[in-house]
C-alpha cells in the first residue's frame, strides 16, 4: 500500500483544515488507518485512528471533540477534519496504515506510512 497525504497549509488559529490520505492498490478497506503527528524537537505522536468500517474511532485527548477522522473505503481514501486550530497544533501530519483492520494507538503497529504534510497555525 503506498499513502499520499495532502491538505496542509497555513491557517490562522481558530479555522479549519482537512487533510486527505489517498492509498493506491485494492485492499484499503484491509487496513486500520491513523494520523500522526511530529511538531519540530517532538517525538512524532498519535492523533486519531479508525477502523476498516469506520464503527471505531479513537482521539488523542489534545485533538478530541476538534478533530474527525473517517474514511471512504470506495475512494481507498482517509481523512483528518481539524476544526477550532491552534498553534500547538503546528506539525507535519502522517497518515499510516495497519493490516488488521483494527484502531490503534501504537506507531509501531503501522506497516505503511505516508510523506507527511505541514500544517502550521498561526497565532
Known amino acids: 500500500v503506498q499513502l499520499q497525504a495532502c491538505g496542509g497549509g497555513l491557517v490562522q488559529a481558530g479555522g479549519s483544515l482537512r487533510l486527505s490520505c489517498a492509498a493506491s492498490?485494492?485492499?484499503?478497506?484491509?487496513?486500520?488507518m491513523g494520523w500522526f503527528r511530529q511538531a519540530p524537537g517532538k517525538e512524532r505522536e498519535f492523533v486519531a485512528t479508525i477502523s476498516w468500517s469506520g464503527s471505531s474511532r479513537d482521539y488523542a485527548d489534545s485533538v478530541k471533540d476538534r478533530f474527525t477522522i473517517s474514511r471512504d473505503n470506495a475512494r481507498n481514501t482517509a481523512y483528518l477534519q481539524m476544526n477550532s486550530l491552534k498553534p500547538e497544533d503546528t506539525a507535519v501530519y502522517y497518515c499510516a496504515a495497519k493490516a488488521g483492520r483494527t484502531i490503534s494507538y501504537s506507531p509501531g503497529r503501522y506497516d505503511y506510512w505516508g510523506q507527511g504534510t505541514l500544517v502550521t497555525v498561526s497565532s
Open positions: 492498490g485494492r485492499t484499503f478497506s484491509s487496513y486500520g
